[in-house]
């Protein structure tokens, strides 16, 4: 499979706990986001990444959110002590500059 | 600040029946525009994109956008639905500009088409 993806496709987290996402974009994108999904909106913008400069984080929902994309290719965004709140599906994206971005399946975050 | 409606949060239609959903974004400047597609259970999918040129642009799946300038719209349509495009579709718009990375998005139209 060629497309983005990401990992897990399902977290269930406690509470207060730490969790990190993983995102593998295309290989040949430059460009690598990430989004949030919540039931019956569109997708909210989070963060994104040129080659492994993080060029835009002022959108990221508060500091327990952070991302990095260390060599470029694959990215993670972690969050800290998770909030009910938190719960959400977290899309990752990738596109050349200025092209159609390709999604991955997401990852559905549920805090209990 | 850029935004973009969708008029109709929740469409019904009958197989074979004509779809026109409507899209109007509020932004000054020069844009690129995208509808994307959620099939039940599936991730977000391109259906079409405009950049420039001819404002009738033509996706997958018998689906096709007008951009009017004018109007600030770029609707999507398609002559005759089928069951399988019981979907939510989101219209999403970007800036030419420096902040070019950020898709604005719709809030999504779901569609549900009756056998």
């Known amino acids: 499979d060629t497309g983005v993806s990401q990992d897990p496709r399902h977290k269930i987290t406690k509470r207060g706990q730490n969790v990190t996402f993983r995102c593998d974009p295309i290989?040949?994108?430059?460009?690598l986001y990430w989004y949030r999904q919540t039931l019956g909106q569109g997708p909210e913008f989070l963060t994104y990444?040129?080659?492994?400069?993080?060029?835009?984080k002022s959108r990221l929902l508060s500091d327990r959110f952070s991302a990095e994309r260390p060599k470029g290719s694959f990215s993670t965004l972690e969050i800290q002590r998770t909030e009910q709140g938190d719960s959400a599906m977290y899309l990752c994206?990738?596109?050349?500059?200025?092209?159609?971005?390709?999604f991955g399946s997401g990852t559905r975050l549920t805090v209990v | 600040a850029q935004s973009v409606s969708q008029h109709n949060h929740h469409v019904i239609l009958s197989e074979a029946a004509s779809l026109e959903l409507g899209c109007n974004y509020s932004y000054g400047g020069t844009v690129n525009l995208f509808w994307y597609v959620q099939y039940p259970g599936q991730h977000l999918q391109l259906l079409l994109k405009y950049f420039s040129g001819d404002p009738l642009v033509k996706g997958i799946k018998g689906f096709e956008a007008e951009f009017i300038k004018s109007k600030f719209s770029f609707n999507l349509r398609k002559p005759s639905v089928q069951w399988s495009d019981t979907a939510e579709y989101f219209c999403?718009?970007?800036?030419?500009?420096?902040?070019?990375?950020?898709?604005?998005w719709g809030a999504g139209t779901k569609l549900i088409i009756k056998p």
């Open positions: 999403a718009v970007t800036s030419r500009g420096k902040s070019n990375y950020q898709l604005i």
């Open positions: 990444f040129q080659n492994e400069a993080q060029l835009e």
């Open positions: 290989s040949e994108h430059n460009r």
């Open positions: 994206a990738s596109s050349l500059e200025g092209g159609g971005y390709t």
